[in-house]
């Protein structure tokens, strides 16, 4: 159950899988393969023509992201979106993230999506530190929400209540106005 939403941005806890959304991002790798963590349950849930159609792509540098249809899943649209992996915050990773989720969101305009649910990318098998990640992913969304009209919905989808507890403090930090529901 998506909670408050302010600025248009709110915290879902649960499986990004079971979204019904325009388009749902995935922590893609460069190869666009189906991996484990949230790549692989959304590649599960879509069917095989997903792993087709990103091998008809081929490959997606990091800090970039690539649009495919949603196949089987509830979401019209997948957005893979290829995040840094962590070594150590001196080689840019902090600006690789922003800019995975600043393409995701044109991608997601240029369709005019509705709403966009973004797992927290770069967080699981490429070892960015949560705290910051959720700050890059906050920051980045509420600067490309306040000059654009598409999306007009993001939601920060997580795993674990945890997460969503980051997500919460930085919304609270960055637009003063989130409550925990
Ligand atoms: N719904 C929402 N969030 C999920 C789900 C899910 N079903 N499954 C995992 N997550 C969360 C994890 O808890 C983590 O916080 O997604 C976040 C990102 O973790 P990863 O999936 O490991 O992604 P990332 O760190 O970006 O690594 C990408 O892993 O699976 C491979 O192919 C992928 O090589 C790529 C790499």
């Known amino acids: 159950m998506p909670q408050a939403t302010v600025n248009r941005m709110s915290v879902h806890v649960g499986d990004i899988t079971a979204l019904d959304v325009d388009v ?4 893609a790798n460069e190869a666009l393969r189906p991996g484990g963590g949230v790549c692989g349950a ?19 540098a990091p ?7 949603g196949f089987g899943l509830k979401a019209r649209h997948v ?3 290829v995040g840094p992996v962590w070594h150590g915050g001196a080689s840019g990773e902090a600006e690789l993230l922003a800019s995975c989720y600043r393409t995701a969101l044109e991608l997601a305009a240029d369709i005019e999506a509705e709403d966009i649910a973004f797992p ?5 098998v490429f070892g960015f530190p949560p705290a910051e ?8 969304s509420r600067a490309w929400l306040a000059a654009h009209p598409w999306p007009r919905r993001v939601i920060f ?7 969503g507890a980051l997500y919460r403090a930085s919304l609270a930090r960055r637009t003063g106005r989130y409550r925990s529901g």
Do not use: E, K, W, Y
């Open 63 to 69: 800090g970039g992201a690539v649009l495919t249809p």
């Open 24 to 27: 749902v991002v995935n922590a």
């Open 157 to 163: 989808c997580c795993f674990d209540q945890a997460m």
């Open 120 to 124: 927290a990318i770069s967080t699981g």
């Open 79 to 81: 957005i893979h979106a």
């Open 133 to 140: 990640a959720t700050d890059v992913a906050v920051a980045t």
């Open 42 to 60: 959304i590649h599960r849930a879509a069917g095989p023509a997903l792993a087709q159609a990103c091998r008809r792509l081929g490959h997606c």
